[in-house]
């Protein structure tokens, strides 16, 4: 399936405070409509093996980096190109909690938007991927200015001509995060794709607290002690946590992150830091697309229902998808991931038309996707 470019028919009307809402066009077999397979399936092996073939197909390059957050912060990024061609543009991949650069949709992105000409980055926030030891302290959703001051990096490294970026789930919150932050930066962006971010952090811990959403609860609860234990081994005097509190539930352990190694008063605090809930969008100078399942099970839904947004933004939900999977096939094939790559390949597009695109645009029409394309 090749992402369809924007046309009149599938354009959507813009809701009363100027932002655009559609529906999508994802439409997945019946047997792949259950949200807890579309998301348990989204990130298993086989499909992050999938990633990891699709990107070998390109024929890219991929070289490691180690860009400036910083205030003397080291982050860990993948560069890769497709030898003999002269990039179309930078892309900027940015992926969830516990998640990292290797990550299925990671991978699958790439792919997708190497084979359309790109350079892509695919960086790692602070104690995700094999980067724990690059850092002291520990990794928390707040660390915005760290994620902004690499990409100012990435950017100067690497021809953009234009930049764009994308996230997934947290890291959905973190491109929206830097869109907002990017003016102020002096860093040029094209436009942003973000699948499934986090709007309301309290809300979501909520949802994960709630009967069988708790699978997901314990997956984090999971893969964040692990972490943490690997963080501790590695600068025991810094991290002086005992496995008691590693045992501790999610929410318990984040209000001892919140209130050991952040400045944050509460963990209500903490989690308004990177809430982009109601009107924290509005004054969004970037064009941004947002893609959301309407069945996801991490993610609520009613907090995009409560977006303000402005004319250049475009939200979009899908009945179907789970939390990142838009799945499409027994191949373990994404929407997602083409509706990514289509939507900043108009963005891009748009950009190079008119350079007042990297800053500001007017909104651009859906994309029209079908499973059989």
Not at 148 to 162: C, E, K, L, S, T
Not at 210 to 218: A, C, D, E, K, M
Request: glycine share 8%; net charge negative; with cysteine.
């Amino acid at each position: 399936m090749n992402p369809a470019r924007p046309s009149p028919e599938t354009d959507a009307a813009p809701a009363a405070d100027g932002m655009r809402v559609g529906g999508s066009d994802y439409a997945p077999p019946f047997w792949l409509r259950n949200p807890h397979l579309q998301t348990a399936l989204g990130s298993s092996q086989w499909r992050r093996r999938r990633g990891a073939q699709a990107l070998a197909a390109t024929g890219a390059v991929t070289t490691e980096h180690l860009v400036d957050g910083g205030e003397g912060v080291r982050l860990h990024g993948l560069h890769s190109v497709v030898p003999g061609r002269t990039p179309r543009g930078l892309v900027l991949l940015l992926h969830g909690w516990e998640g990292s650069s290797e990550s299925s949709y990671m991978r699958q992105t790439a792919a997708q938007m190497l084979a359309l000409g790109y350079a892509v980055f695919r960086l790692n926030f602070r104690d995700h991927g094999d980067s724990h030891h690059l850092n002291e302290a520990i990794f928390h959703s707040n660390r915005i200015d760290e994620v902004v001051h690499a990409a100012v990096d990435i950017a100067a490294r690497f021809d953009p001509r234009p930049m764009l970026a994308a996230g997934y789930s947290l890291g959905g919150n973190f491109a929206l995060r830097l869109a907002l932050r990017a003016p102020a930066a002096g860093l040029q962006l094209a436009g942003i794709a973000a699948v499934c971010p986090v709007i309301d952090p309290a809300r979501t811990m909520l949802q994960m607290e709630q009967g069988h959403y708790q699978l997901y609860l314990r997956h984090f609860e999971r893969t964040w002690r692990a972490s943490l234990r690997r963080k501790r081994d590695l600068f025991p005097d810094h991290l002086d946590v005992d496995d008691a509190t590693l045992r501790l539930g999610l929410r318990d352990l984040t209000d001892w992150l919140v209130r050991t190694h952040t400045d944050f008063g509460t963990l209500d605090d903490y989690f308004d830091g990177y809430s982009v809930a109601g009107d924290r969008l509005s004054a969004l100078q970037v064009p941004v697309d947002i893609l959301m399942a309407a069945d996801d099970p991490v993610i609520p839904l009613d907090a995009f229902h409560a977006l303000a947004l402005p004319a250049h933004a475009r939200l979009e939900i899908s009945r179907w998808g789970g939390h990142c999977g838009f799945l499409l096939d027994r191949h373990l094939d994404g929407f997602a991931e083409r509706w990514v790559a289509a939507r900043l390949d108009a963005h891009a597009d748009a950009a190079r038309t008119s350079p007042t695109r990297t800053r500001l645009a007017t909104a651009l029409p859906a994309q029209a996707h079908a499973p059989g394309d």
